[in-house]
């Protein structure tokens, strides 16, 4: 089995994007650093909102190179011939038998986080916590009560941001 790996930047007061979706309050270093493991990736896994946005916000699909799978309610894809599939139907079940074949890396989408963490799916989870308060915005996680993890890194970057590395241990 495959390990499914995800990487986000945090708020201290813990948000991940504007109410807008926009992320100028994230360090460079820390935007290139995402856009590193996003390059390293074979294959990625996103909600319909970061879908959206990327497309939207980055002029087409970037990931043309990659297969990439979007958590949706509905098919909406304006990019079918990019290599990305919607999961509209019974989506934690075909991410676990992808999770067979493939490695994957989640790219934003606290509700997906969300939803693969109560599914036992996320094996690691690194998360840049900025030391900015972004005062509103999109939440990180939803509630997880039950999984333990355990860290297996945490350093400081520039600008003291900290990032901290954790591996799912189970759940109660």
Known sequence: MEQIKAHIAVSLDGHTATPDYELDWMPREVKELAAREHAAASCLLMGANTYNYIFEHWGGWPHKSKRSFVVSHYDT???????????????????????????????????????????????????????????NGIGFIGETFGSHWKLSESRVLDNGVVCSTYLFGGSV
Do not use: H
Not at 89 to 106: D, F, G, H, N, S
């Open 77 to 135: 894809n304006v990019t079918p011939d990019c290599g990305v599939e919607f999961l509209t139907e019974e989506p934690l079940q075909r991410i676990y038998e992808l999770k067979q074949e493939t490695a994957m890396l989640v790219v934003g989408g606290g509700k997906l986080l969300t939803s693969l963490i109560k599914a036992g799916l996320l094996d690691s989870l690194t998360i840049y916590t900025v030391p900015v308060m972004a005062g």
